[in-house]
């Protein structure tokens, strides 16, 4: 069993940062492979931000350039750092992290305003 608590979220304004984090624990705790969702209303969940094994992250094309996925192995903690916040930003991000099976975090809520 894994859980997966996120922090960091809340309001800011447009071009403001935030940085997401997302705590592993219990006796299946890893984020070996780790990955951000976000839902914003009326969309699907889409994927944000994911690192694997070896390091190597990959990004949504709208986020690319703007947000950074990184994880500390001794914390268990995976990170997602958003900079220049936009409005389209906005939704609900959820962590994941794979062990055997997909354990998902209750989401946080990120809002950006113009």
């Known amino acids: 069993q894994m859980q997966l608590v996120e922090s960091g979220g809340g309001s800011v304004q447009s071009g403001e940062s935030l940085r997401l984090s997302c705590k592993a624990s219990g006796p299946s705790a890893s984020v070996t492979a780790a990955a951000w969702h976000r839902q914003t209303p009326g969309k699907q969940r889409e994927l944000v931000a994911r690192i694997v094994g070896g390091g190597t992250t990959d990004y949504a094309d709208s986020v690319k350039g703007r947000f950074t996925i990184s994880r500390d192995y001794r914390k268990n903690t995976v990170y997602l750092q958003m900079n220049n916040l936009k409005p389209e930003d906005t939704g609900v991000y959820y962590c994941?992290?794979?062990?055997?099976?997909?354990?998902w975090g209750q989401g946080i809520q990120v809002t950006v305003s113009s």
């Open positions: 994941n992290s794979a062990n055997g099976r997909m354990y």
